[in-house]
């Protein structure tokens, strides 16, 4: 006649006393309490295996913390799994599997592996403007989304308050980035297609408008503006300097001594600083180097030419000159990015050849079959047309 196992009660399971070897209390069917001698009670399941029919145990969890009546429920959950030839611990395992692959394919888990690769091959700032985006406009809505199940239809309802909003360019770049991430994905292995790749189709952007920017011919003004401004003489000098080197907001205000052979008249842009990621070599003008001299001769700082009056040892910022254009009553007129426009323009009125011409605004021509055969920088083109480019600009300021 088999044993008959009376079934604990909370009393005993509560007041089980502590011996000098660990033993157990049995419940029945298979759970057990076991009491250590450190006074630990830790509730077991003993089950066969379903195919090895090798006996094994299951821990269920520590007592206070799992009650007896808790405890019972599990032994109940793993004796129905049992009944179906299913090893609980098999499925608790597959289980655990499964979430881990679920976080790690999560639209968050992978973004952020995107993100440790870009910080190799982006400026810092950018990547943190990049994340920023991503975290206010895309995560809320598909963080914990797995790429696999993310459609078009679930990131148009995350983008449509920026789309009603009329925020064109910051949905534009919030899709590109959302793109980035899920070709990562693809490449990555996690999916087999991007299924957001025509998303900007599904979304007006609004009218795109270029930097606005003055002709050639309205430049005196402009000179006349800013050299009779009130302005700080450094905001004045950078100005000049951008507009001489038709070089972006960021690349002439970040600008740093050692970047410049003044001997040789050359300023290298190291690739980190360059939109592209190339170095970018820009013959001087005569009037560049002037600009030079004279910030040498004021600047006590040896790292940054433009060094800010506001903050020692930091650059001005990449946005003072649109302040400053802003300031002069030039909004909607004139930006820091568009006075390369102007020089741009004044080249082509000038008949300047345009691959040389687009060179001088680190622009590549061509198609990337041709773009592999023609390396040419054309240094010395360059070095003749950005003093013709600077003659002007100097003839701009004379008449002022």
């Known amino acids: 006649m088999p044993k008959v196992i009376k079934p604990l009660t909370n009393t005993e399971v509560d007041k089980a006393k502590i011996k000098d070897k660990e033993y157990n209390l049995t419940d029945g069917q298979g759970l057990i309490l076991r009491i250590k001698p450190t006074g630990a009670k830790t509730w077991l399941f003993n089950y066969y295996h379903p195919t090895t029919k090798k006996r094994t145990s299951l821990t269920i969890g520590t007592y206070p913390s799992v009650t007896l009546a808790q405890a019972r429920i599990k032994r109940e959950e793993f004796r129905a799994l049992l009944a179906q030839d299913i090893d609980p611990q098999e499925k608790a395992k597959k289980e655990e599997q499964a979430i881990s692959e679920q976080l790690e394919h999560s639209f968050l888990s992978v973004a952020q592996k995107w993100k440790e690769k870009k910080a190799q091959e982006v400026e810092a700032l950018t990547l943190k403007k990049n994340w920023r985006r991503l975290e206010m406009f895309l995560l809320p809505a598909i963080q914990h989304i797995a790429v696999e199940k993310i459609s078009p239809s679930i990131v148009i309802q995350a983008l449509q308050p920026l789309s009603n909003q009329q925020k064109g360019d910051t949905l534009r770049r919030t899709i590109r980035l959302l793109n980035e991430v899920l070709n990562f994905a693809v490449n990555y292995g996690l999916i087999s297609f991007n299924p957001c790749l025509k998303l900007n189709e599904v979304f007006s952007f609004g009218k795109v408008t270029n930097n606005p920017a ?70 001087l003008s005569s009037q560049s180097i002037d600009i030079l001299e004279k910030m040498k001769a004021m600047n006590v700082n040896d790292h940054y030419v433009f060094e800010s009056w506001i903050k020692p040892n930091q650059p001005l910022s990449s946005q003072t000159i649109n302040k400053m254009l802003v300031d002069l009553g030039f909004k909607n007129k004139q930006t820091a990015h568009g006075l390369r426009s102007i020089g741009r323009t004044y080249l082509e009125e000038q008949g300047i050849d345009y691959a040389v011409a687009e060179m001088c605004l680190s622009h590549s021509t061509g198609s990337q079959t041709s773009l592999a055969y023609n390396r040419s920088d054309y240094l010395e083109q360059r070095r003749i047309v950005m003093q013709i480019w600077g003659d002007y600009v100097e003839k701009c300021e004379k008449t002022i």
Do not use: H, Y
């Open 214 to 283: 003055i002709n050639p011919s309205e430049l005196a003004t402009l000179m006349k503006a800013v050299m009779w401004s009130s302005c700080a003489i450094q905001t004045k000098m950078l100005f000049k300097f951008q507009l001489l080197t038709m070089t972006r907001p960021s690349e002439a205000s970040g600008a740093i001594w050692k970047e410049m052979d003044l001997a040789k008249a050359l300023w290298t842009i190291p690739a980190i600083r360059m939109k592209k990621r190339k170095d970018f070599t820009i013959p």
